[in-house]
């Protein structure tokens, strides 16, 4: 028995390795974590453009533009860049005579809450606006344009939702802070006229076509 084990075991051994063959063009190198990393990265775009109303910061319901670029990282906060411009408004002194309001200003939001419920994008914002604001009166003794410098806070909550492609509805609202509360006043005969006061807390609402890249 012994010597019949030790005459299998020398035929083993004398048996022929498997051949295996290796091609030295294949890349059996692990994955680039570059690529892995890339996905995770990358940052999508969403420019905008829409129509936009304020109130309490102009007198009236002011209309106006908004023209904007939001940055989305797979992770961390979104962070949003805006320019608006609203059209003139009129706070009146009398039948006649009156003032009118123009404002503009850029403003750069960051938004640490995001969410996403069936394709709709939500982000909670807030946000600094600086800019300016222009008023010059009409039927008086002085017509000559002014400006006046703005500065604002805000917080707000906009949504993003596609709508084919790379298309989107965008929507948002948002409450404004002014750093100081302007007063426009019209002196007549040495009777002094308050025309409008800018109010402490001002609301924004805008409706919005982006695109996303």
């Known amino acids: 028995m012994l010597a019949a084990r030790e005459q ?95 404002m503009a200003w850029a403003g750069l939001s960051v938004c640490p809450l995001h969410a996403t419920i069936v394709k709709t994008r939500l982000v909670a914002c807030i946000a600094a606006e600086a800019g300016a604001l222009r008023f010059r009166s009409y039927e008086t003794s002085s017509s000559a344009p002014e400006l006046r410098w703005l500065a604002l806070s805000s917080v707000g909550l906009s949504a993003s939702h596609p709508i084919g492609g790379r298309w989107a509805l965008m929507a948002s609202g948002s409450v404004f802070v002014p750093w100081v509360r302007d007063t426009f006043e019209i002196h007549d005969g040495g009777r002094t006229t308050e025309l409008f006061r800018m109010a402490g807390l001002g609301a924004g609402l805008d409706l919005s076509m982006g695109w996303r890249f």
């Open 8 to 102: 299998r075991a020398a035929a083993f051994e004398h048996e022929p390795a498997p051949h295996q063959e290796f091609d030295r063009d294949a890349d059996i190198s692990p994955p680039s974590s570059s690529n892995v990393e890339g996905d995770v990265s990358r940052t999508e775009r969403e420019i905008s453009l829409g129509a936009v109303a304020a109130v309490g910061l102009l007198p009236g319901v002011a209309p106006g533009l908004r023209a904007g670029l939001d940055l989305h990282p797979r992770r961390g906060p979104t962070f949003k860049v805006e320019v608006d411009y609203f059209w003139d408004q009129d706070a009146s002194y009398d039948a006649a005579a009156g003032t009118r309001f123009s």
